[in-house]
């Protein structure tokens, strides 16, 4: 299988990690707009282009991993959809709902098969999350709840204007909402959101907070912290937490463990699985046809809630999901 990277700007370490783990799976070729990234790109083997569309004309693939900027996404699906070419994104899928409703129509004249780097549903934590809260493990829930708070350090210009990113709702906050709806099976019906740049005018549109208050299908409450305030001297990069308060028990994934507690037994800390890699899912979902671990409807629909999670905020009224 070969396949070409379009993009340096995003999770394209997952695909180098992943390529360790594959067989017969070559990359080979890249391309990036930054002369930079491309001489810095740790494989002297691969092809490089400045240009995605050159790549596309001159190299002959079988998938593509899209990894670059949030406002070039689009293009670069609808464009790959056209070339009947399956594709792993970046996310959000879009910048907007127009976007979005341009990619979904691609994918969907085309017939390709479409993932989104979701990373975080193949860590360890969350994989043993999603087994006890699905199972019951903590009844019916009531209140789910997450956190992703990282270092701001020294951002890019692509991500400080609003023409090229899509906001820390749809660039993080993705995450978070996510897991809430994988590891708890509920959907979104209303979100209520606010985000803003409080203390870091350097980072220019981008914004430094965000939070959401989301109403689940189940009846239950959502919400979600998002900051780029973690301070230089923390021992890690980023602090993600995530938390479901159900009729029976508690979960918690926080520092790389989780932890249960239910009406009769006090915390308890569960082993963890091995960790997955998105691009070998991609990869083996391909090859055998078997469903991806984020399937493309979940790509779909995740984009639209945080598309209309940042328009909340904008706006300042809530949004039916």
Not at 174 to 195: C, K, N, P, Q, S
Not at 289 to 300: I, K, L, N, S, W
Request: aromatic share 6%; net charge neutral.
């Amino acid at each position: 299988m070969k396949v070409g990277l379009i993009g340096l700007k995003g999770h394209y370490g997952v695909v180098l990690e992943g390529l360790k783990l594959l067989e017969d799976v070559e990359l080979v070729a890249v391309a990036d707009n930054e002369d930079e990234r491309l001489r810095n790109f740790p494989s002297a083997d691969v092809r490089k282009y400045k240009n995605w569309r050159e790549l596309l004309d001159r190299e002959r693939l079988d998938a593509v991993v899209e990894t670059d900027m949030d406002g070039r996404r689009a293009e670069v699906l609808v464009e790959c959809a056209r070339r009947r070419l399956p594709v792993l994104a970046e996310k959000p899928l879009a910048m907007n709902l127009e976007q979005l409703e341009a990619v979904r129509q691609a994918v969907q004249e085309s017939g390709i098969r479409l993932s989104m780097l979701l990373t975080m549903r193949f860590e360890s934590p969350y994989r043993v999350f999603r087994d006890l809260v699905l199972s019951g493990r903590v009844g019916k829930v009531c209140l789910a709840s997450a956190q992703k708070s990282y270092k701001l350090g020294r951002r890019p210009a692509w991500q400080k204007d609003r023409r090229t990113f899509s906001g820390v709702i749809p660039f993080i906050g993705v995450h978070a909402l996510d897991l809430i709806r994988w590891t708890t099976g509920e959907e979104f019906t209303e979100v209520m959101a606010y985000h803003g740049n409080t203390g870091h005018p350097e980072a220019g549109d981008m914004e430094d907070q965000a939070v959401l208050s989301l109403k689940l299908s189940g009846g239950g409450s959502a919400d979600v912290r998002l900051d780029y305030c973690r301070p230089r001297g923390a021992p890690t990069h980023g602090d993600d937490r995530l938390r479901v308060a159900g009729s029976y028990g508690v979960v918690e994934a926080m520092s790389g463990r989780v932890v249960l507690i239910t009406q009769e037994e006090g915390p308890r800390e569960l082993l963890l699985p091995e960790p997955g890699n998105a691009f070998v899912d991609f990869v083996e979902s391909l090859r055998t046809g078997r469903p991806f671990g984020v399937p493309q409807e979940d790509a779909f629909r995740i984009t639209e809630v945080v598309l209309k999670a940042r328009a909340s905020a904008e706006t300042g009224r809530p949004v039916r999901l």
